[in-house]
């Protein structure tokens, strides 16, 4: 991954690809420009060997390119893109293959961003989701589904994605990614099937690879572990090229890519994204462990912990390779009781997002799901007593010590 896709002798010998900060590129002839566009707008299928040529940096640009073909690498794709956040990977993905009188299925929960797009926006356009709990196993995706098939059918639409957010966010429920497939295959009507787009944000590319499970479409927040230092925001998907493809065009149109300075960052992350996920997924095995035996904790909702006899058991195994570094805990009492636990912390960080180096704390009712009606947040297991924490790159017996204070009363 890190010499994918770059070669010093392309740019004076630099070791590191350099930072194209450029809105447009100079074709050589008139030739060479009707070329370019015309398979930018897929106005024909490519040559053999034929490279389309830089054109505009809301199309192609270096620094994109390279961070795409490396993301790639990492998802086992054929083809990534990289976009201006995680959201904005996500609804260009859906828009893409969502249309007036359409249905879809999705996972509940889902990222509070999501969430509302899900709820609030895409309705407008006369497209309907049909959520299932992933905690409802395979009865409920399956209903799930056949509900959607039938609201199509309704309003004269067709079931166009199956989205799925696994580990889910708050709770690391899991679904079933082989079992999507299924579904989308049995979903296949004259226009083909539904793409299966899984959220893949909370295991990353390490610890899961939802392409090899039967996704066509992996979408990314790269502003967590990819990024991972708190300071860009980014998102990505990536897939099959048929599939990509398509979200390609629309991504050019809507402008949704990252730029090139986010991208530059990016490659300076992905050269130590391993080293980083694989230092903040143990301490999170020892942070989980504190507080599942402390007295002011109910639970602890770490995959690490799921017994051996849990109808999830099985699927975790089979699906990823850790628990992960991001996780949920209920501490004894409601919001009061999570808020003084919160507001005590001194060297965990009060803030949304994951995945950094440094360890945060937040309170997902309050924060990241507060657009979510009480009583759906209290359906999905999302409780005022609930506090989610990212663990990063510290020393866990300095979070442990810092938890532990903050716990006494």
Excluded at 128 to 140: L, N, S
Excluded at 190 to 212: E, H, M, Y
Excluded at 241 to 269: C, E, F, K, Y
Excluded at 296 to 312: N, T
Aim: proline content about 5%; aromatic content about 8%; hydrophobic content about 45%.
């Amino acid at each position: 991954m890190m010499g994918y896709g770059y070669s010093p002798g392309l740019s004076e010998g630099a070791l590191k690809p350099p930072l194209f900060q450029t809105s447009t590129f100079v074709f050589r002839n008139a030739e060479e420009g009707k070329a370019s566009f015309e398979l930018a707008y897929g106005l024909r299928e490519k040559k053999r060997g034929e490279e389309m040529h830089l054109i505009y940096s809301r199309i192609n640009n270096p620094n994109l390119e390279v961070l795409e073909d490396r993301l790639a690498v990492w998802d086992g794709a054929e083809k990534a893109l990289a976009f201006a956040s995680g959201m904005a990977a996500i609804s260009t993905t859906l828009m893409t293959f969502l249309r007036p009188g359409d249905s879809f299925v999705f996972s509940e929960p889902v990222y509070g961003g999501t969430e509302f797009l899900v709820h609030n926006i895409l309705p407008q356009f006369g497209v309907k989701g049909v959520g299932f709990m992933a905690e409802g196993g395979e009865t409920g995706f399956r209903e799930a589904a056949m509900q959607a098939a039938a609201l199509a059918a309704k309003n004269g639409g067709k079931v166009g994605a199956v989205y799925v957010e696994t580990p889910a966010n708050p709770t690391n429920g899991l679904v079933d990614i082989s079992l999507a497939r299924e579904i989308s295959e049995n979903l296949k009507g004259p226009a083909g099937r539904p793409p299966v787009i899984v959220d893949n944000t909370f295991l990353g590319p390490l610890w899961q690879r939802p392409l090899q499970l039967g996704a066509d479409l992996c979408v990314t927040s790269l502003t967590k572990y990819v990024g991972g230092h708190s300071d860009l925001i980014a998102g990505a998907v990536s897939g099959q090229a048929n599939w990509v493809g398509q979200v390609a065009v629309l991504r050019t149109i809507l402008g949704t890519m990252t730029d090139p300075h986010t991208a530059w960052l990016l490659l300076r992350s992905l050269e130590t994204l391993k080293l980083r996920m694989d230092a903040a997924e143990l301490g999170a095995r020892k942070v989980a462990a504190f507080l599942e035996k402390h007295p002011r904790v109910k639970s602890v909702w770490y995959l690490g912990f799921l017994p051996m006899d849990h109808p999830d058991r099985a699927l975790f195994e089979r699906q990823c390779v850790t628990a992960g570094s991001t996780f949920a805990f209920e501490i004894e009492g409601g919001e009061k009781e999570a808020f003084a636990f919160l507001n005590k912390l001194q060297v965990i960080k009060l803030a949304v997002s994951l995945g950094g180096t440094e360890t945060l704390a937040s309170h997902p009712a309050a924060m990241t799901h507060s657009d979510v009606p009480k009583q759906s947040r209290e359906r999905l297991g999302i409780t005022e007593s609930l506090i989610r924490l990212s663990i990063g790159v510290e020393n866990p017996d300095d979070l442990i010590a810092d938890i532990a204070q903050a716990l006494d009363v």
